[in-house]
Nanobody, 124 residues
Framework: QVQLVESGGGLVQAGGSLRLSCLAS????????VGWFRQAPGKERQFVAG????????YYADSVKGRFTISGDNAKNTVYLQMTNLNPEDTAVYFC?????????????????WGQGTQVTVSS
């Protein structure tokens, strides 16, 4: 089992920045792909960014490319999502997830372990 706990959400003004953290415990996730997803009220959960520990490859949704950066600290078993130039459309609950594969996927059903989510609210 893998337990994931997100933190770092909050209220920020448009144009501001936040850094989300995803702390993993239990089985190591260093051989697994990790993804960040988000779900806005009344909308489906959508892929935001993915990260592979081995080599540090990343992949981003077009809507966040150039503004968000995903990274990992192996020693801390933590994956980060640095978000800059936030806008109200980024308001959502953000989830991190881990899958039983070293390949990034944009499909939420391919991720087995999920955190509880952290709320990000961007005011205009």
């Amino acid at each position: 089992q893998v337990q994931l706990v997100e933190s770092g959400g909050g209220l920020v003004q448009a144009g501001g920045s936040l850094r989300l953290s995803c702390l993993a415990s239990g089985r190591t996730i260093s051989s697994r792909a990790v993804g960040w997803f988000r779900q806005a009220p009344g909308k489906e959960r959508q892929f935001v960014a993915g990260f592979i520990w081995n080599g540090g490859s990343t992949y981003y949704a077009d809507s966040v490319k150039g503004r968000f950066t995903i990274s990992g600290d192996n020693a801390k078993n933590t994956v980060y999502l640095q978000m800059t130039n936030l806008n109200p459309e980024d308001t959502a609950v953000y989830f991190c997830a881990s899958r039983e594969s070293s390949l990034i996927s944009i499909l939420e059903w391919e991720y087995k372990f999920w955190g509880q989510g952290t709320q990000v609210t961007v005011s205009s």
